[in-house]
């Protein structure tokens, strides 16, 4: 089936409130433009470098969020045009990106990477970092960042039960972080293989790469 049909077939089947971010990482940019004339508009990137030179070549309406592991010191080059960042996983980071929003005259959203798997390889705050980013936030804010919600992943398996129960605990802990940030409206959870899961515990964004654009160049 073709990008564009994949990708239609997949719109044509999500909530309204749910937000499809097409992770096109590794992708040429022709199956880029391909999406884009589908209407795809949202892009998922893992590498700052990467999406970067997509960034400088494709339409300039795309979205370019940022789904990787971020590294402090390459902020700098995605702060001028990145629409979202998933992967926020220290403080250390959300300073860094509030000092580059800055040098851009931008607000950057961000999402703060909670870690949910059963899996060391996986990155993110537990619930007692969450609540202490969160005090630290309101007692020092920083202007050039707005915390849009909570990004997860949960552990790579067929346990469809484990997979349910983790995203259960990520949307309580967006039940919570609501109550403190009332602005924070977006549940990144869900990706080609569970975002149906992930969709009925209260996903308002889902990460879809290779059941879009097929299996990965590496």
């Known amino acids: ?11 044509e089947e ?17 199956d880029l ?7 795809q508009r949202i892009f998922g990137e893992n590498k700052i470098q990467e999406m970067t030179q997509k960034w400088e070549t494709l339409p300039k309406d795309i979205q370019w969020h940022m789904i990787g592991n971020v590294q402090t010191n390459k902020v700098k080059y995605m702060a001028p045009y990145v629409s979202l960042i998933h992967g926020v996983d220290r403080y250390k980071l959300l300073k860094e990106i509030n000092k580059q929003a800055a040098k851009s005259d931008r607000v950057i959203d961000c999402l703060l990477q909670m870690h949910i798997a059963q899996e060391d390889t996986k990155f993110g705050f537990n619930k007692e970092e969450l609540e202490t980013v969160v ?3 309101k007692a020092n ?9 909570l990004m997860g992943m949960a552990t790579f398996t067929d346990n469809q039960n484990q997979i349910r129960s983790e995203f259960k605990t990520l949307k309580q802990q967006f039940d919570w972080l609501q109550t403190q940030h009332p602005e924070a409206n977006e549940l990144s959870m869900g990706m080609s293989g569970d975002y149906a899961l992930a969709i009925e515990e209260g996903s308002t964004m889902i990460r879809v790469g290779s059941k879009i654009f097929g299996s990965r160049n590496y």
Not at 1 to 11: A, T
């Open 33 to 39: 433009k391909e999406a884009y004339a589908a209407g």
């Open 14 to 30: 999500l909530p309204k409130h749910v937000h499809l971010v097409a992770v096109s990482k590794t992708k040429p940019n022709a």
């Open 141 to 149: 804010p920083l202007p050039h960042i707005r915390i849009k919600g």
């Open 1 to 11: 089936m073709s990008i564009q049909k994949q990708l239609l077939s997949i719109l």
């Open 135 to 137: 005090t630290d936030l």
